[in-house]
């Protein structure tokens, strides 16, 4: 999943179909962590979360709520600056059901002194409440 194979990974993510997927899932599954640092990653994951099956998305979106360290869960990490461009949180937006969006908004909410200090961390925090209020 290197930086210079970007457009053949997203071909593959857009196009291979559910195996395919299966066999990239297998390949960034515990890595989300080091992924989210760059924006090939960010742009990696905001692909994985648009294509993957609902299971697959379902596997991705779990373990952003794993934290690395004993530090924040890596949702937070996003919603803090990691996603400066929204792009995860976009896909989010458009993939999550109302139950899945909910816990991610309350896991969010329970590192509310850290989300509230950065611009992103209020958007995501807006965009998400918006989202959860739409949908109800």
Not at 51 to 59: P, R
Not at 66 to 92: C, E, H, M, W, Y
Not at 118 to 132: A, D, E, H, R
Request: with cysteine; aromatic share 4%.
């Amino acid at each position: 999943l290197d930086d210079s194979m970007e457009k053949i990974v997203t071909l593959l993510i857009e196009t291979g179909g559910v195996k395919v997927c299966g066999v990239l899932l297998n390949c960034v599954s515990g890595q989300l962590h080091s992924l989210i640092k760059s924006i090939y990653g960010l742009k990696l994951l905001s692909n994985i979360i648009r294509n993957f099956s609902t299971l697959q998305l379902h596997i991705v979106v779990e373990e952003l709520f794993f934290s690395p360290d004993n530090d924040v869960p890596l949702i937070v990490k996003l919603a803090t600056g990691q996603d400066r461009t929204g792009v995860v949180l976009d896909s989010l937006l458009d993939r999550l059901d109302t139950e899945t969006m909910t816990r991610v908004l309350d896991t969010i909410k329970d590192h509310l002194g850290e989300v509230v200090k950065t611009v992103s961390g209020k958007y995501w925090i807006k965009s998400l409440s918006q989202s959860v209020n739409c949908q109800q």
